[in-house]
T-cell receptor, first 113, second 110 residues
Framework: NAGVTQTPKFRILKIGQSMTLQCAQDMNHNYMYWYRQDPGMGLKLIYYSVGAGITDKGEVPNGYNVSRSTTEDFPLRLELAAPSQTSVYFC????????????FGPGTRLTVL | GEDVEQSLFLSVREGDSSVINCTYTDSSSTYLYWYKQEPGAGLQLLTYIFSNMDMKQDQRLTVLLNKKDKHLSLRIADTQTGDSAIYFCAETAGFQKLVFGTGTRLLVSP
């Protein structure tokens, strides 16, 4: 099993460009999350999904969009990239149950110049 | 709202014990977690404690929970250079979400 995979690993964007960060999982987990991690900071929740077709905003959703058409995939879309979106983006999943343990992908490092 | 605080940095010598501290605000958190992040990698769950427990031991790791003071600590016995990483505590925020602290960077010197 690959677990949680993210592509690309690195990307440099110009201001105003758009891109989609991909996240895929093969663990059949219902819950999926997108976080951003700024230098020296903890993780901030951008969006999350409790199952296919259902998404909800986290703490810092502005400038991002998500969709969840399948259990496996949870792409994060940046429409008009801004320097403030320079960060490392992590996707995570969670199976249903009590412990709330989340499984993280390796991250995508995005720089907006 | 939820807020999780940690000290930013801890330096120890190999073989010593490390204690990483965390304070949280949501007294209704069901579980509290410790995650480890190695350079260039995502977070990995180290251990967690259920809110009705005071202590949990898992090999070299000991988690202490003081619910009255909303204080969580992680003790690593016999710290090794491979333990150098950033350690995040996290609390549950409602049913689906976690709130993470800012992380404590542990540096272990030989």
């Amino acid at each position: 099993n690959a677990g949680v995979t993210q592509t690309p690993k690195f990307r440099i964007l110009k201001i105003g460009q758009s891109m989609t960060l991909q996240c895929a999982q093969d663990m059949n987990h219902n819950y999926m999350y997108w976080y951003r991690q700024d230098p020296g900071m903890g993780l901030k929740l951008i969006y999350y999904s409790v199952g296919a077709g259902i998404t909800d905003k986290g703490e810092v959703p502005n400038g991002y969009n998500v969709s969840r058409s399948t259990t496996e995939d949870f792409p994060l879309r940046l429409e008009l990239a801004a320097p403030s979106q320079t960060s490392v983006y992590f996707c995570a999943t969670r199976r249903a149950g009590d412990s709330n343990e989340q499984f993280f992908g390796p991250g995508t490092r995005l720089t907006v110049l | 709202g939820e807020d999780v605080e940690q000290s930013l940095f801890l330096s120890v010598r190999e073989g010593d014990s490390s204690v990483i501290n965390c304070t949280y605000t949501d007294s209704s958190s069901t579980y509290l977690y410790w995650y480890k992040q190695e350079p260039g990698a995502g977070l990995q769950l180290l251990t967690y404690i259920f809110s009705n427990m005071d202590m949990k031991q898992d090999q070299r790791l000991t988690v202490l929970l003081n619910k009255k003071d909303k204080h969580l600590s992680l003790r690593i016995a016999d710290t090794q250079t491979g333990d150098s990483a950033i350690y995040f505590c996290a609390e549950t925020a409602g049913f689906q979400k976690l709130v993470f602290g800012t992380g404590t960077r542990l540096l272990v010197s030989p």
